[in-house]
């Protein structure tokens, strides 16, 4: 790894990152995690109900909420709400959140019910979707805390942490984490999904500009690795 970057960092270098938990009292579980200037709000909401098809067969559910404030970015962004419906980034990526947290989640110990993550990007400068489902894992987490001590479940129904990073190459160097500078302009974009064990949940991988090898692939994925 050589060369710096437009923030000073070196190519394999995370932004700083904090997770603030318990950032909205009023939800059963919630984290504030910031990664540089993006800063996304998550809040876990446990309903005590499940979606019709999984009524009376004993399981939960766990799905994801995704939007983006006016204001989040250097410019005005309309309120979906007034367009009358969601956009399809905003779709794809409450969606990519939901695999995410469900893919470490053990329905049957969770009964009956449903936890709704949902995510809201405060402020954005690239890596909102990772930023959102690492956030939201805490605050999911932290609901299901909630559970345990009051007895509703007997069992924790997550496996494992999951988080997720960006990875991407820019000017041909492979580098993590991307701001919006750097993912605007890159000639591949990446964001990678994996377990605390190491296991890979979701790799969304696009060439932008220009196709990359196998090899680029793997020295992107051990970025994420170690992001």
């Known amino acids: 790894m050589v060369g710096m970057r437009t923030d000073g960092r070196k190519p394999d270098d995370l932004r700083p990152v904090t997770i603030e938990p318990g950032a909205a009292p009023f939800a059963e579980g919630s984290a504030l995690i910031t990664a540089g200037m993006t800063r996304v709000l998550c809040t876990a909401s446990v309903q005590e109900e499940v979606p019709p098809f999984l009524k009376g067969k004993g399981r939960g559910w766990v799905t994801a909420e995704y939007s983006m404030l006016p204001r989040a970015t250097s410019t005005r962004t309309p309120r979906e709400i007034t367009r009358g419906r969601p956009e399809g980034r905003t779709q794809e990526i409450q969606r990519l959140i939901g695999r995410a947290l469900r893919s470490v989640t053990d329905f049957a110990a969770l009964g009956e019910r449903t936890i709704i993550v ?40 997550l496996a494992e942490p999951v988080a997720a990073v960006s990875v991407g190459i820019v000017g041909g160097q492979a580098v993590l984490d991307l701001p919006y500078i750097e993912d605007s302009g890159a000639d591949v974009d990446m964001n990678i999904v994996m377990t605390a064990s190491g296991r890979l949940v979701e790799i969304q991988g696009t060439a932008e500009r220009s196709p990359f090898s196998e090899t680029d692939l793997t020295a992107l994925l051990a970025l994420a690795r170690k992001g």
Do not use: F
Request: one cysteine or more.
């Open 118 to 157: 949902d995510c809201d990007c405060l402020q954005a400068d690239g890596g909102t979707r990772t930023a959102a489902i690492t956030g939201g894992w805490v605050a999911l987490a932290l609901a299901i805390r909630g559970l345990l001590k009051a007895g509703a479940i007997t069992r924790d129904p």
